[in-house]
C-alpha cells in the first residue's frame, strides 16, 4: 500500500496538506472519492476538512457536523458531504439518513470517526490518520484503492 507520513507542527501545514490532496483529487472527483479520517477527539481532523472542502471551491465556513451527521456543500462541479459519525448510536441509523445516496459520481465524501459507520459505510480510497503527540500532529495518508492510490501520487510524489 501507498502510504505517506508528515509531521505537522502547526495549522499553517496542515492547510497546506489539505490543498495538496484537495487539488489532486479534484481532477478525479467525477468518479467519486470516499476519505476517511481517524483520530482521537482533538486531533485535527475537522481542521483539515475545512481547509480540504475550501479547497474544493467552498467559500464560506465550514461547521463541525458533529451534531447533524453530515454537512452536505453543492459546489457546482462536485458536491461534498463532510460526516462526522462520533454522535451516531447505532450504525442504523445511516439506513434511516439515506447513506447510500450520498455516495456516487461527481461527490467526495469526507467522514469523521469512519469507524462508528460499520457495514453501510462505504470503503475508503483514501485513509487519513492523526495522532496528536506532544508537539506535533502526526498524520498518516494511506491509498486504499487504486482510486486513492493515483490520488496520492499526484498530490505528493
Ligand atoms: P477533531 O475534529 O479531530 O476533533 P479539531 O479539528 O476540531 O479536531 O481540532 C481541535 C483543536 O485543535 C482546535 O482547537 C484546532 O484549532 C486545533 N488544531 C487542529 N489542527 C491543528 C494544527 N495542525 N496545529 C495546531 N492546532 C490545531
Ligand atoms: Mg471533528
Known amino acids: 500500500t501507498v502510504t505517506y507520513n508528515f509531521e505537522v507542527a502547526d495549522e499553517q501545514h496542515?492547510?497546506?496538506?489539505?490543498?495538496?490532496?484537495?487539488?489532486?483529487?479534484k481532477k478525479v472527483a467525477n468518479q467519486g472519492v470516499v476519505v476517511h479520517l481517524e483520530g482521537d477527539l482533538g486531533a485535527g481532523k475537522t481542521t483539515f476538512s475545512r481547509y480540504f472542502i475550501q479547497?474544493?471551491?467552498?467559500?464560506?465556513?465550514?461547521?463541525?457536523?458533529?451534531?447533524?451527521?453530515?454537512?452536505p456543500y453543492?459546489?457546482?462541479?462536485?458536491?461534498?458531504?463532510?460526516?462526522?459519525l462520533y454522535r451516531l448510536a447505532d450504525p442504523e441509523e445511516l439506513e434511516f439518513m439515506g447513506i447510500r445516496d450520498y455516495f456516487g459520481d461527481n461527490t467526495v465524501c469526507l467522514v469523521e470517526w469512519p469507524?462508528?459507520?460499520?457495514?453501510?459505510?462505504?470503503?475508503?480510497?483514501?485513509?487519513?490518520?492523526?495522532?496528536?503527540?506532544?508537539?506535533?500532529?502526526?498524520?498518516?495518508?494511506?491509498?486504499?484503492s487504486k482510486t486513492g492510490t493515483g490520488i496520492l501520487a499526484a498530490a505528493f510524489a
Open 74 to 84: 453543492e459546489l457546482g462541479e462536485v458536491n461534498v458531504y463532510h460526516f462526522d
Open 14 to 25: 496542515t492547510q497546506h496538506i489539505a490543498q495538496q490532496l484537495a487539488n489532486a483529487l
Open 55 to 71: 479547497t474544493l471551491g467552498h467559500s464560506g465556513t465550514v461547521k463541525s457536523p458533529t451534531y447533524t451527521l453530515v454537512e
Open 115 to 144: 469507524e462508528r459507520g460499520g457495514a453501510l459505510l462505504a470503503s475508503a480510497d483514501i485513509t487519513i490518520t492523526i495522532k496528536l503527540e506532544e508537539n506535533v500532529r502526526c498524520f498518516t495518508l494511506t491509498a486504499d
